[in-house]
């Protein structure tokens, strides 16, 4: 794919997190690049298209992947996602969600499936490799662990939902937080002390 439409996809990602799919048109997009419409058309078909594309860039995108062993143990790889996840806290606007499930139904349920699968293979593989390591505990139930953190990531911490406030969800220390109850519940001692080690130097650096 070439670079022109990569960028036109990251971007036009952001602005929908910042002001949610509906409020920005096919116009929006063209002027914030400066090409033209007809430009625009080149590498899109229409508003779904470009909507499904977007999605399906940052669904690939390997940013909120725990199994990626570049980032180091099964812990850092959590600040590795926490250090993604301050960056989009910059730009989110809930809106986009409500606009995928009102106007692209299909789209909303195939980014919900693909969430939630991503987020059970990723702690799977996380909390294995933990015990693996020593970091995790040996009698975790690694597949209610990673059932339960779905429904955190995806019931729990939708605002929509009620039970957090946009504003809650939008600041870093609640995912700091629910993390920090989460390693509490599955790691060793060696486990907590490296995890409030690499916590307390992120905090500090903010």
């Known amino acids: 794919m070439e670079d022109k439409k990569l960028h036109i996809l990251k971007n036009v990602g952001i602005l929908y997190l910042k002001f949610g799919i509906r409020s920005v048109t096919m116009d ?3 002027s914030e690049f400066g090409i033209s419409k007809k430009t625009l ?5 229409d508003k779904a298209d470009l909507v499904s594309q977007v999605v399906d860039y940052y ?3 390997p940013m909120f992947d725990l ?4 980032d ?3 812990i850092d790889r959590y600040f590795c996602l926490r250090e993604h996840i301050n960056k989009i806290l910059k730009y989110f606007n809930n809106n986009i969600e409500f606009d995928l499930r009102k106007q692209y139904p299909k789209l909303y349920k195939k980014v919900h499936k693909m969430k939630r699968e991503k987020i059970f293979s990723s702690t799977v593989s996380s909390l294995e490799e933990g015990m693996k390591t020593g970091f995790f505990r ?3 139930d690694v597949e209610l662990i990673a059932k339960l953190q779905v429904g955190r990531m995806l019931f729990t911490l939708n605002p929509g939902n ?7 969800v939008a600041k870093i220390e609640l ?9 509490h519940a599955i790691c060793t001692e060696k486990g907590i002390k490296y995890f409030k080690q690499q916590l307390n130097n992120v905090q500090n650096e903010a």
Do not use: C, P, R, W
Not at 41 to 45: H, L
Not at 162 to 168: L, P, Q
Not at 175 to 183: P, R, T
């Open 28 to 30: 929006d997009v063209a």
């Open 41 to 45: 058309y080149q590498y899109f078909n």
């Open 59 to 61: 669904l690939e995108n």
């Open 67 to 70: 199994n990626n062993s570049g």
């Open 72 to 74: 180091g143990n099964a």
């Open 138 to 140: 040996e009698d975790l």
């Open 162 to 168: 009620g039970i957090f406030t946009d504003s809650e």
């Open 175 to 183: 995912f700091d937080k629910v993390i920090e109850y989460h390693m």
